[in-house]
């Protein structure tokens, strides 16, 4: 027997729904959305639509990383009561780059169960379709939106040598792309637009190629951006005429590494074991004594 016929107290539902396509949503779905006590949500008018197209009718409440802090107590509060109450996001699945952590959390403090209902999400159609290595992926989420901000993002990738997936919005995607190339090297890269909706497309290039791309046609709606490994032989740039020390003081500066850390990425790069940058950054230490 499943666990929301188990417990006779209230229960969160956390229900995956379409990112676009509507008829994209699971059986199960539509069941719990009809038997839940009320349905919480980021935009209850766009929900609304959803709930209409499948002739659901139920109390809703907004629930957005806006009022958070309050609401979801209320909801633990309704839920202790009986209530069974279903998350939902504007698309996918709640928690992914959505609201709801504060929400989970308070409610397995107070031993509430959370029960998924899975569905679909952007990230991972995005992913199947890109034509890029699927067996280990990084989920970055949003990036910063701000330049210096989002390259100290970057820099902290340059080593990572797993399917990178980013969502970000179109005004900024072009500054992105350019910034990742710059800091990551030419990198086979996916992006991808309006995934499952009417004017879905997949532009799978090089990060150098969507860079000119995007120049030329710039795009709109909802963005997943996806960026392999480097290829065989092919690494980000490295300055080489820059010694150990100064790069291990530009990592703890702009990626806001600790010296550990700092250390140990400079010395992938160069193709050094820690213990010999360790030892070439004593050594350039003491010739400056």
């Given amino acids: 027997m499943s666990p929301e016929f188990e417990n006779p107290r209230g229960c969160l539902y956390l229900v995956g729904t379409p990112i676009g396509n509507l008829e994209d949503i699971t059986l199960r779905a539509i069941r719990i959305l009809k038997e839940s006590s009320q349905i919480a949500c980021e935009d209850t008018r766009h929900t609304q639509k959803l709930l209409s197209h499948y002739d659901i009718q139920k109390p809703l409440v907004s629930y957005h990383e806006h009022n958070e802090m309050t609401r979801a107590p209320e909801l633990v509060v309704a839920m202790e009561q009986g209530a069974k109450i279903a998350l ?47 067996e280990e992926f990084l989920f ?32 900024r995607v072009a500054e992105t792309v350019a910034d990742a190339l710059e800091i990551l090297g030419n990198r086979p890269a996916c992006l991808a637009r309006e995934v499952t909706k009417l004017h879905e497309e997949f532009r799978r290039s090089s990060l150098s190629d969507l860079a000119t791309s995007l120049e030329e046609k710039p795009v709109r709606g909802e963005i997943t951006l996806l960026i392999g490994a480097p290829l065989h032989g092919q690494s980000a740039a490295v300055d080489t005429s820059q010694s150990l020390a100064d790069r291990v003081d530009e990592l703890i500066r702009q990626a806001k590494l600790d010296r550990k850390e700092a250390l140990k990425l400079a010395a992938k790069e160069r193709g050094l074991t820690r213990r010999e940058a360790y030892s070439k950054l004593v050594d350039s230490t003491s010739r400056l004594e």
């Avoid at 928690?95 to 029960?115: E, K």
Wanted: hydrophobic share 40%.
């Fill in 88 to 134: 939902v996001s504007d698309a996918g699945m709640p928690l992914v780059s959505d609201p709801g952590y504060r929400l989970v959390t308070l409610c397995t403090r107070h031993q509430i169960a959370v029960i998924p209902i899975p569905g679909p999400s952007a990230l991972l159609a995005a992913l199947s379709a890109s034509g890029l290595p699927s």
């Fill in 140 to 171: 970055v989420g949003f990036l910063p939106a701000r330049s210096g901000e989002r390259r100290r993002a970057l820099e902290r990738l340059r080593l990572e040598d797993r399917t990178l997936i980013v969502y970000e919005a179109p005004h």
